[in-house]
């Protein structure tokens, strides 16, 4: 069993980063493609940032492009979520969600979910 583990969430404010750390426990990560999802309060949930097992493909939201940066440390287990220029609009809880077919990059079909880690970007 894969336990994900959400951190580095906070109160930022407007232009301001932060950096999301998704660990993992039980299992290595290395097998698995790891997605970033986010929802806000009163919407749906939606797919934020993905990345492959072996860390060379990666696919974005549009609206995250250019100011997010997924990247991974399968040696720590660790996948990050880099992100920057933060606007109001990116206030929600992050969640990371683990899928067995490492390879493909995608925002659905995930085996395992963390608990999420709250992100508030307000001044």
């Known amino acids: 069993q894969l336990q994900l583990v959400e951190s580095g969430g906070g109160l930022v404010q407007p232009g301001g980063s932060l950096r999301l750390s998704c660990t993992a426990s039980?299992?290595?990560?290395?097998?698995?493609?790891i997605g970033w999802f986010r929802q806000a309060p009163g919407k749906e949930r939606e797919g934020v940032s993905c990345?492959?097992?072996?860390?060379?493909?990666?696919v974005y939201a549009n609206s995250v492009k250019g100011r997010l940066t997924i990247s991974r440390d399968n040696a720590k287990n660790t996948v990050y979520l880099q992100m920057n220029s933060l606007k109001p609009e990116d206030t929600a809880v992050y969640y990371c969600?683990?899928?067995?077919?490492?390879?493909?990059?995608?925002?659905?079909?995930?085996?395992?979910w963390g608990k999420g880690t709250l992100v508030t970007v307000s001044s």
């Open positions: 039980g299992l290595s990560l290395d097998y698995y493609a």
């Open positions: 969600a683990a899928d067995h077919h490492g390879s493909i990059c995608r925002y659905y079909g995930m085996d395992y």
């Open positions: 990345i492959s097992s072996n860390g060379r493909n990666t």
